[in-house]
Nanobody
Framework: QVPLVESGGDLVQPGGSLRLSCTAS????????MGWYRQAPGRERDLVAS???????NYVDSVKGRFTISRDNIKNTVYLQMNGLKPEDTAVYYCNAKVGIRTLWGQGTQVTVSS
C-alpha cells in the first residue's frame, strides 16, 4: 500500500490553473506536517509550500500569491491550488509527509506549463 498518492498534474497553458491532490493512507494524517516539493529536469527537489498540523502555511517566494496549500483531515488529503501558472513552474511535483524522524514521499505528478 502506497502511503501517499498524488494526482492532478497535467499540461496547461501559461496563466492557467491546476489543483494537485495528495491522499494519504495508513498513517495518522492529522499529526503530519505536509508539503509539496517540485523537481525540474537537472535541478534539485525544492520545497514549494508546506502546512503543519495546526494549519500554518509556508510558501517559497516564487509562488506566493499564486499557489495555495490546504489540507482536509477528514479526507486525509492535502491540496495545492496553482493559479497564474508560468513555464518555470514546469516540474514533477511531489507530496511529502513528516512527523518526528519519519518522512514519506509520493510518486510525483508531472506539471507542464507550455503554450
Amino acid at each position: 500500500q502506497v502511503p501517499l498518492v498524488e494526482s492532478g498534474g497535467d499540461l496547461v497553458q501559461p496563466g492557467g490553473s491546476l489543483r494537485l491532490s495528495c491522499t494519504a493512507s495508513g498513517i495518522t494524517f492529522n499529526i503530519y506536517h505536509m508539503g509539496w516539493y517540485r523537481q525540474a529536469p537537472g535541478r534539485e527537489r525544492d520545497l514549494v509550500a508546506s502546512i503543519n498540523s495546526s494549519g500554518t502555511t509556508n510558501y517559497v517566494d516564487s509562488v506566493k500569491g499564486r499557489f495555495t496549500i490546504s489540507r482536509d483531515n477528514i479526507k486525509n488529503t492535502v491540496y495545492l491550488q496553482m493559479n497564474g501558472l508560468k513555464p518555470e513552474d514546469t516540474a514533477v511535483y511531489y507530496c511529502n509527509a513528516k512527523v518526528g524522524i519519519r518522512t514519506l514521499w509520493g510518486q510525483g505528478t508531472q506539471v507542464t506549463v507550455s503554450s
